[in-house]
């Protein structure tokens, strides 16, 4: 089992104390954190650090993910990796440029589909007939691997995108729809807690990464030079389905969140701060979930799965064995 | 002598000219355990450090026939202990993996006689059980030392790493996931 | 695993307990420490109390590597042990 994550959604002070990592709350309180014992760091709430409490986080290999107003994610601060490797990182420029890239994108975006097409096939029957979008779905995930381009694996994903999206609204309990996928700011409840819930996926996959020598910064479907991490990018397309959109589907049915756990700010509507807690909780629940893995044999957890995913690209990139994305087979 | 080996001897003697692949006690084990996990610790693929085995290896090695023994570091790749009896003594947790332990011994002694002129005995150590072995070069135990040589440059030089092979300790290894993924 | 430390050391050596533990485990109590750490990190950390033990500390280390067995109750004013909430 993976180490936990921890998330400080109080405002104060974050400073190194006796060796590990200490929290001065704005309310009086005191608390130190194992550092030893965490995975990653989120930041929610405002927060005040100076560089030795940077330099812990550093010496201890444990990425910080910062969030701003209303839990807008800001950026991370990814500790220098120790063993750097490198060869990884000049092989996975060399991958990029070669044609390694175009199969190692349809492999990634093949498998998005997948799991997009598995979540549909969950609800088919559940919450409506799906039949047609998953044989549509069928369909792209084949055309993806007869292009010969990454524009046009983009395109088919694109397409596969809109399939899967203008099934959401049978699959949410009313009032949750989704009707179009907006961002920047979500305009109404399902687009942020998909939002919300894409933004986690990612950080997950920012800190799967910094674990291997791999350079988040080098993506394979997605452009460098985009705002963001874009391998981070890529690799959570495959999760996102798994990770983000399944845990919306149940959020909203079993109604552990309903529109009172939103509020609406300007153009904008956005989780409220214990709509936030309570998906968080959730979230970190999912990543703790196991499934039993039939190449490795044993039971894995969701967390665990994005770092093998990332594992089997990295020795994909330094071998050429194949690369395993992560395609939901259970 | 085969040529590679050879070569890498000559290499290892001339202190100008750097052999191409440094050969280390861990990698003669890795090749007798697995030579797919020694191509994978050959191109500096990472692993989790935080596993049980190694911590207690470490331990062990550390804490037993402390005072009895100096260390010595050969060549920036080589960690000897010399026993006050002038032996070199190599500590091991168990006897599970006792053929690799006892390669490593042998490459040492191997090593300090081809490259550096030095004739020794060994020792094979294993404190948890209360027993020592000893371990010397002779014709056979040599032609086994130079065939796993041999080896280790032939799969170290490989493009790609040797296949996939289901072993009974894959479930404890350290690259398991790298491995099987 | 599951792991729970307690000591009962003179004062002047909580410090050093303190620290070496909670760098891994959750400090909840006054000299109790709670977590969940992987076998390697026990060992290290039992290596490393190992290190600075003196003659008039005791410390306990208790260990649970089955989940299932392992349950805890809260009574009044307490963090839940394992929150992953600041």
Redesign the interface.
């Known amino acids: 089992?993976p180490?936990?994550?921890?998330?400080?959604?109080?405002d104060g002070e974050l400073s190194r104390n006796?060796?590990?990592l200490r929290?001065d709350?704005l309310a009086g309180e005191t608390?130190?954190?194992?550092?030893?014992?965490i995975d990653s760091l989120y930041l929610h709430g405002q927060i005040d650090f100076n560089t030795r409490a940077l330099g812990l986080l550093n010496d201890h290999g444990v990425p910080a993910h910062v969030f701003g107003w209303k839990d807008y994610y800001k950026g991370s601060y990814l500790p220098k990796r120790g063993?750097v490797?490198g060869?990884?990182v000049v092989e996975q420029v060399r991958a990029y440029d070669d044609d390694r890239r175009l199969s190692i994108a349809q492999r990634i975006i093949q498998a998005s589909i997948h799991n997009m097409r598995s979540n549909l096939r969950y609800y088919d029957g559940r919450r409506g007939n799906f039949s047609e979008a998953i044989a549509d779905l069928a369909d792209e995930k084949d055309q993806v691997a007869a292009v010969d381009t990454i524009n046009e694996v983009r395109a088919v994903e694109g397409n596969a995108r809109k399939t899967y999206y203008r099934c959401f609204d049978r699959i949410l309990r009313d009032p949750f729809e989704l009707t179009k996928r907006q961002y920047n700011p979500p305009t109404n409840e399902a687009n942020a807690i998909v939002s919300f819930l894409n933004g986690m996926t990612y950080t997950t996959c920012v800190s799967a990464i910094r674990k291997?020598?791999l350079d988040p910064t080098v993506g394979f479907v997605h452009e460098p030079g985009e705002r963001r991490f874009t391998l981070s990018l890529d690799i959570a397309d495959i999760f996102k389905p798994i990770l983000a959109d399944r845990l919306v589907f149940r959020l909203v049915n079993r109604q552990q969140i309903t529109v009172d756990d939103f509020e609406s700010e300007l153009d904008g509507c956005l989780l409220t701060e214990s709509g936030r807690?309570t998906v968080?909780?959730e979230f970190?629940k999912l990543l703790d979930e196991t499934v039993a893995h039939p190449?490795?044999?044993?039971n894995v957890s969701y967390k665990t799965l994005v770092?093998?995913?990332v594992?089997?690209l990295?020795?994909h990139i330094?071998?050429?064995?194949e690369y395993?994305a992560t395609e939901r087979w259970w | 002598m085969s040529t590679s080996v050879a070569e890498y001897v000559a290499a290892e003697r001339e202190p100008a000219r750097e052999p191409k692949t440094r050969i280390t006690g861990l990698m003669v084990q890795y090749y007798h355990v697995c030579r797919r996990e020694l191509w994978f610790m050959s191109?500096?693929?990472?692993i989790d450090r935080e596993t049980t085995n190694i911590q207690r290896g470490t331990h062990v090695d550390e804490t037993s026939y402390q005072g009895s023994r100096k260390s010595f570091q050969i060549d920036g790749r080589i960690q000897l202990d010399v026993l006050e009896s002038g032996d070199i003594m190599e500590v091991k947790v168990s006897s599970a993996m006792e053929k690799p332990a006892r390669m490593q011994l042998l490459f040492y002694l191997w090593y300090l006689r081809e490259v550096h002129d030095i004739e020794k005995d060994g020792v094979l150590a294993y404190p948890t059980e209360r027993r020592r072995e000893q371990v010397e070069l002779n014709t056979e135990t040599t032609a086994q030392i130079e065939a796993t040589v041999e080896g280790i440059l032939d799969t170290v030089g490989a493009e790609?790493?040797p296949a996939l092979e289901k072993k009974s300790y894959c479930?404890s290894c350290l690259y398991?996931?790298?491995c099987?993924? | 695993m599951h792991v729970i430390v307690v000591y009962d050391v003179p004062a002047d050596r909580t410090?050093v307990y303190?620290?070496l533990l909670?760098?891994?485990?959750?400090?909840l109590q006054y000299s109790v420490f709670y977590?969940?750490?992987?076998e390697g990190?026990v060992t290290t950390m039992k290596n490393d109390i190992q290190k600075k033990l003196e003659p008039d500390d005791s410390i306990v280390v208790f260990e649970s590597s089955n989940p299932a067995a392992f349950e805890f109750s809260t009574f009044g004013d307490v963090d839940e042990p394992?929150s992953?909430?600041?």
Do not use: C
């Open positions: 089992m180490k936990p994550n921890h998330h400080v959604f109080a006796e060796g590990t929290i709350t608390e130190y954190l194992p550092v030893e014992s063993q490797s060869n990884t291997t020598a807690m968080l909780e970190e190449r490795l044999e044993r770092r093998t995913d594992l089997s990295k020795k330094l071998t050429g064995e395993h | 191109r500096d693929i990472d790609t790493p479930d398991q996931d790298i099987w993924m | 410090r303190r620290k909670r760098r891994r485990l959750e400090h977590g969940e750490l992987t990190q394992g992953r909430f600041t």
